[in-house]
């Protein structure tokens, strides 16, 4: 068993497709925190080589906007490394307007929609309290 957990927290009133894409932002920025958070490169019987994927599984989580919020400032006074997407973010088209969105608001003052994270397994699970498994 790892030491670490990973988790995904969402706004459970988003579109299907904007959970799933930004899943996909916030797995890239818990990846980008860390190089060993990568596997080794996968080879099939006949020698195809296919990219490593991340060494340990992320649990996704769902909660309501009060609940995110209350998530958020508990990550914040952990010193948690974060994934974060804003809701600014589903209307800009590309990195720099994401980055000017998120750099435009005091933490206090972010709508936040979902965030990803990974540190230790207690932890994780402290700040992810009030979230439920997405299903």
């Given at each position: 068993?790892?030491?670490?957990k990973?988790?995904?927290?969402?706004?459970?009133?988003?579109a299907v497709?904007?959970?799933?894409?930004?899943?996909a932002?916030l797995?890239s920025g818990?990846?980008?925190?860390?190089?060993?958070?990568?596997?080794?490169?996968?080879?099939d019987a006949?020698?195809n080589?296919?990219?490593?994927?991340?060494?340990?599984?992320?649990?996704v989580?769902?909660a309501?906007?009060a609940s995110l919020r209350?998530?958020?400032g508990?990550?914040m006074?952990?010193?948690?490394r974060?994934?974060?997407?804003?809701e600014e973010?589903?209307e800009?088209?590309?990195?720099?307007?994401?980055?000017?969105?998120?750099?435009?608001?005091r933490?206090?003052e972010?709508?936040?929609?979902?965030?990803?994270?990974?540190?230790d397994?207690?932890l994780?699970?402290?700040?992810?309290?009030?979230?439920?498994l997405?299903l």
């Open positions: 068993m790892l030491d670490t990973i988790a995904l927290v969402v706004r459970h009133d988003l497709w904007q959970k799933l894409n930004v899943a932002f797995t818990v990846l980008g925190a860390a190089s060993e958070f990568l596997g080794d490169r996968y080879e006949a020698g080589l296919y990219t490593p994927l991340i060494v340990q599984p992320i649990i989580l769902s309501d906007a209350r998530i958020h508990r990550a006074e952990c010193g948690a974060l994934s974060i997407y804003i973010m589903l800009t088209g590309h990195d720099a307007a994401n980055r000017a969105a998120v750099k435009g608001r933490p206090e972010m709508s936040v929609v979902r965030l990803g994270l990974r540190e397994r207690k994780v699970d402290k700040i992810t309290k009030g979230a439920r997405h």
